[in-house]
């Protein structure tokens, strides 16, 4: 399809480790990016990893990137309150981004 | 240094008049785009800026959508005759570089009444 596909919704305990999937569709992406965004704010990037790597750890930051089934993880370890946001994966087409519809994360204490 | 920013923050218009939205890119970037963001949903690509080239405007939704770009500075979005069904978030970003990192604005909320 067309779409960079998210799960919506992910809830997760603080201090435990959230994990979120998307689905892209691009194999020639050359990037695949991963923003933050916090209520009433514009987009943060958070990460991003070339296509040519499996893995890229960034302190609390893991991602997973597999690209025979097209699949890119983001992992946050030891999650906390501030990290409740909506997470959107992005992967670059020619000069653009085409994002993913954002999954909401909610940390509870 | 500073960011990308954006004026107003907040625009309430009633249906059927212009409005006007403005996006200051950080200084040196060349590229510049503009999205939508709808209550709810991911964003909506709307219109490309890349130095002196032609705009990439395949993702503006309407005639009624239109957006200019001084050089590489200062970009204006304008929507004519808004209708309620524009009300969103205007995202602006900028880029530099080969890696496509764009680095966004912190959005005007647009309410068509």
């Keep these: ?109 | 240094g500073a960011g990308v920013s954006q004026s107003p923050s907040n625009k309430v218009t009633e249906k059927g008049k212009d409005v006007e939205l403005r996006c200051d890119p950080i200084s040196g970037h060349t590229a510049l785009y503009w999205y939508r963001q709808r209550l709810g949903q991911g964003l909506e690509f709307l219109i490309y800026f890349q130095g002196n080239s032609a705009p990439d405007k395949s993702g503006l939704p309407s005639d009624r959508f239109s957006a200019e770009r001084t050089g590489e500075s200062v970009s204006t979005l304008t929507i004519q005759r808004t209708q309620q069904e524009d009300s969103a978030v205007y995202l602006c970003a900028s880029r530099t570089g080969q890696r496509n990192e764009q680095f966004f604005g912190p959005g005007t909320r647009l309410t068509v009444l």
């Design chain 1, 1 to 109: 399809g067309e779409d960079v596909e998210q799960s919506l919704f992910l809830s997760v305990r603080e201090g435990d480790s959230s994990v979120i999937n998307c689905t892209y569709t691009d194999s020639s992406s050359t990037y695949l990016y991963w923003y933050k965004q916090e209520p009433g704010a514009g987009l943060q990037l958070l990460t991003y990893i070339f296509s040519n790597m499996d893995m890229k750890q960034d302190q609390r930051l893991t991602v997973l990137l597999n690209k025979k089934d097209k699949h890119l993880s983001l992992r946050i370890a030891d999650t906390q309150t501030g990290d409740s946001a909506i997470y959107f994966c992005a992967e670059s087409k020619a000069d653009k981004l085409i994002f993913g519809t954002g999954t909401r994360l909610q940390v509870f204490p």
